[in-house]
């Protein structure tokens, strides 16, 4: 996981890349940690996507957000392998609710007072049969602790 500079940064605070060994490893049904919202902060922008095609699999399925057992507050359920243009903002808290976007529009969303971390969710029952593949993540998450 990596923080961009000033110089890279653009619209992603956070950009994660992780190739088809990253996903092989993290292993059918697990998570791994991404990012981490920060106390008094929140995520407004989620991206997903495949730079190399997936080989050796055709139904890798990621989720992400801030809940270890269903990550899906994010991105939720995305067909990787199935993928031809990038993904943003399908989970749970841009698409249900009162309070947040029903149409999946960038919108500041978990807004917390403690830090949070964000997970990567791999569904594959196929995962170790990768040969190859990328994805990359971007991630715009929202500071307002840091101007105290």
């Keep these: 996981m990596a923080k961009v500079t000033v110089n890279e940064s653009g ?6 890349r992780l190739d088809y060994n990253d996903l092989i490893a993290i292993g059918n049904g697990g998570t ?10 929140a995520v407004e922008l989620v991206g997903v996507a495949n730079t190399v095609d997936i080989a050796g699999s ?3 399925v990621i989720d992400v957000g801030t ?16 993928m031809t243009n990038p993904v943003f903002n399908t989970g749970d808290q841009y698409t249900a ?4 976007s029903t149409s999946g529009l960038s919108q500041a969303v978990k807004q917390g007072a403690s830090a949070a971390d964000v997970y990567i969710k791999v569904t594959d029952a196929a995962i170790a049969s990768l ?4 994805i ?13």
């Design 11 to 16: 619209v992603f605070t956070d950009v994660v």
């Design 32 to 41: 791994r940690v991404i990012a981490q919202i920060p106390a008094h902060g």
């Design 58 to 60: 055709s139904s890798l």
């Design 67 to 82: 809940t270890i057992a269903d990550p899906d507050e994010f991105i939720n359920a995305l067909d990787v392998d199935a």
């Design 97 to 100: 609710g009162t309070a947040t």
């Design 131 to 134: 040969t190859a593949g990328e």
């Design 136 to 148: 990359v993540i971007g991630l715009r998450i929202i500071d307002l602790a840091k101007f105290s």
